[in-house]
């Protein structure tokens, strides 16, 4: 009686199960990826001025920090400058810039999130005491979901956001 065709098989059997393996762990990864990361937003993009004021307690939040955080695509690999943002001046007012200072924000759906550090020394730089530099909300303005004052910017673009703190 001849064996040889019932094993011949069996030498190349640990090979053929790490093929199967390997091929269905691919092919579960990647049906797990979703669609790719898009190109990253050109520096040269279409840009909307974009302005307004932030007040706590009726009284200008100067020094708080607005940051305009896209609600279609928030993947970094999509904002390399990072998202748009703008630093409340001493009246109130801020105006929003992304690749240079003041030039608006890309056409799009944002949420406004709102931080503002507990102490500024009165020059360009923060204290760098970590204690007092938190947020003085505790992050309540930097939720996105849902977006507490959301913007769409475009063409035309909002002629003035108006945030108002508690």
């Known amino acids: ?4 065709p019932r094993w011949a098989i069996r030498p190349h059997l640990g090979r053929v199960v790490l ?20 190109f990253p937003i050109p520096p040269n993009a279409e840009v909307f001025p974009v302005a307004g004021t932030v007040r706590w307690k009726g009284q ?5 920090n607005v940051y305009f955080y896209p609600l279609a695509d928030a993947s970094p690999a999509r904002w390399p400058n990072g998202f748009p943002r ?7 007012s ?17 949420a406004v999130l709102v931080t503002w550090a507990n102490r500024w020394d009165g020059s360009r730089n923060w204290d760098n005491d970590d204690r007092r530099n938190r947020d003085r909300f505790g992050g309540k303005y930097l939720k ?5 004052w959301p913007v769409e910017v475009g063409s035309p673009s909002p002629s ?7």
């Open 1 to 4: 009686m001849n064996d040889e």
């Open 19 to 38: 093929l199967m393996v390997c091929g269905v762990t691919l092919l579960a990864t990647r049906a797990g990826s979703g669609p790719p990361d898009p």
């Open 60 to 64: 200008p939040a100067g020094h708080a």
């Open 86 to 92: 703008g630093t409340v001046k001493p009246d109130g």
């Open 160 to 166: 003035a956001i108006r945030i108002e703190l508690e």
């Open 144 to 148: 996105s979901n849902p977006p507490r």
């Open 94 to 110: 801020f105006s929003v810039s992304t690749f240079a200072r003041d030039d608006g924000a890309p056409a799009g759906k944002y």
